[in-house]
């Protein structure tokens, strides 16, 4: 089957630097994206990642291994905004989307 | 402003009642989808559609259908609904299978 995995939930402190992991299982791969979602709204694009290495935006940075099956978000200088879940996504051979759990950042004063 | 618009925003449904979620993007996006979200589970795909007058099964299809009648609205009908059907509902679109999607703001249905 296919499978994505992320921790459920992490803290950190403002102004410091955190890394979500992601992990996944899929049949094929033609990308992989990470979304941020506030409480009660929408996803939100952060990032696509198609082939192996760190694509930097801001504050937020996304890396992929594919041999690996593994990528992360970084995100930098933490601010209290920053709150939220994060999704991990995979495209499949057919161009579906599959969907992690989401990854609860709280962010400490 | 373009974007993605849902109706309604929420909605406490009885069981056995027919049901529409209206989905229209005004981005001219080829591809729509239909998910579900439920606490400690990922986004699950219910239904999709690459383009006008097509559609497809997701990973949940069982008790909805949609429709894809033009570019610009993608409606998910609960014909029957029952109370596992409470979730809250996300309608997105993309240009392409591998471009970001763009997701409305979401329907919270509460079948009792």
């Known amino acids: 089957g296919q499978n994505i995995d992320q921790p459920t939930e992490m803290t950190a402190t403002e102004g410091a630097i955190v890394q979500i992991n992601c992990t996944y299982q899929?049949?094929?791969?033609?990308?992989l994206f990470w979304y941020q979602q506030h409480a009660g709204e929408a996803p939100t694009f952060l990032s696509y990642?198609?082939l192996d290495g760190l694509e930097e935006k801001g504050r937020f940075s996304s890396f992929l291994s594919r041999s690996k099956g593994y990528s992360y978000l970084l995100l930098k200088e933490l601010q209290m905004k920053d709150s939220a879940s994060y999704l991990c996504?995979?495209?499949?051979?057919?161009?579906?989307?599959?969907w992690g759990a989401g990854t609860k950042l709280i962010i400490k004063p | 402003i373009a974007g993605i618009t849902q109706a309604p925003t929420s909605q406490i449904l009885a069981a056995g009642r027919r049901m529409t979620l209206r989905c229209t993007q005004d981005?001219?996006?080829?591809?729509m989808y239909w998910y579900r979200q439920d606490l400690g589970l990922g986004l699950r795909l219910i239904h999709y559609?690459?383009?006008?007058?097509?559609?497809g099964k997701g990973e949940v299809p069982d008790g909805y259908s949609v429709s894809r009648a033009n570019t610009d609205d993608f409606p998910l009908t609960l014909a029957s609904a029952v109370p596992s059907q409470t979730s809250v509902y996300f309608c997105?679109?993309?240009?392409?299978?591998?471009?970001?999607?763009?997701f409305g703001q979401g329907t919270r249905l509460t079948v009792v």
């Open positions: 997105a679109s993309s240009s392409t299978g591998n471009t970001e999607a763009f």
């Open positions: 981005m001219r996006h080829n591809a």
């Open positions: 559609s690459n383009t006008a007058g097509t559609t």
């Open positions: 899929t049949s094929g791969f033609n990308g």
């Open positions: 990642n198609v």
């Open positions: 996504a995979v495209l499949d051979s057919n161009y579906q989307l599959i």
